[in-house]
């Protein structure tokens, strides 16, 4: 499964939207971008993934550019309780082999 | 969403002792099913992948007689841990591929203290 390079740490307004940028140069043709996140001490939590297509659910939105190389997660209108660790991943869907490898992630700071 | 299930949540053992961790899909069927581990500060390690029916693959530098997996229906998995020792102490994650949709869920973790 293809590398995903995230930035280590943002931060964002409670209210404001949340942009959280992945890079995956070298994903392939068959590879989805998964999101997941992780609030402390609990279990990843899946939030969104997408093929090409911009994704939208009641959680966030999934942004990925033409060429697929980059994305964004945007959480709309972000509150305290998204303070977490947001993992980009890209992975083979449909795939038994396929497998999450989970990097750093970004750890997003929602400030009052 | 798809529901993924652990128990315990919180185990507390003397060393040389085995623990089991039960994983259970609750809501979907799970061909396959994952057992991670983390550590403080660190993000999650792939320890090994079960499919249902058959024996583990384990990570590179996971002990496979230390670390049993049992993945003997399509909503249950187990992880005991063999003669565990302080060392093991870990927060552990299981998680669940959906068949249907072949997103893969995550179990809220079992943390292991080993005395």
């Known amino acids: 499964d293809a590398k995903t390079t995230q930035p280590t740490s943002m931060d964002c307004a409670e209210g404001r939207a949340a942009n959280l940028p992945c890079n995956h140069s070298t994903i392939s043709g068959n590879e989805y971008v998964y999101w997941y996140r992780q609030i402390h001490s609990q279990g990843p939590q899946y939030i969104i993934h997408g093929l090409k297509n911009n994704e939208t659910n009641e959680m966030a939105s999934l942004i990925i550019t033409e060429d697929r190389k980059s994305s964004t997660l945007i959480l709309p209108h972000a509150t305290l309780r998204d303070t977490a660790v947001y993992y980009c991943?890209?992975?083979?869907?449909?795939?038994?082999?396929?497998?999450?490898?989970f990097g750093s992630g970004t750890r997003l700071s929602i400030r009052p | 969403g798809a529901v993924v299930s652990q128990h315990p949540s919180r185990v507390i053992c003397k060393s040389g002792t085995s623990v089991k961790i039960e994983c259970r899909s609750l809501d979907f069927q799970a061909t396959t099913m994952f057992w991670y581990r983390q550590f403080p500060k660190q993000s999650l390690m792939l320890m090994a992948t079960s499919n249902e029916g058959s024996k583990a693959t384990y990570e590179q530098g996971v002990e496979k007689d230390k670390f049993l997996i049992n993945h003997a229906s399509l909503t249950l998995s187990t992880l005991t841990v063999t003669s565990a020792h302080p060392e093991d102490s870990s927060f552990y994650i299981c998680s669940a591929r959906d068949f249907d949709t072949d997103t893969q869920y995550f179990g809220p973790g079992t943390r292991l203290t080993v005395l």
């Open positions: 991943i890209v992975r083979v869907s449909y795939s038994s082999a396929s497998k999450i490898i």
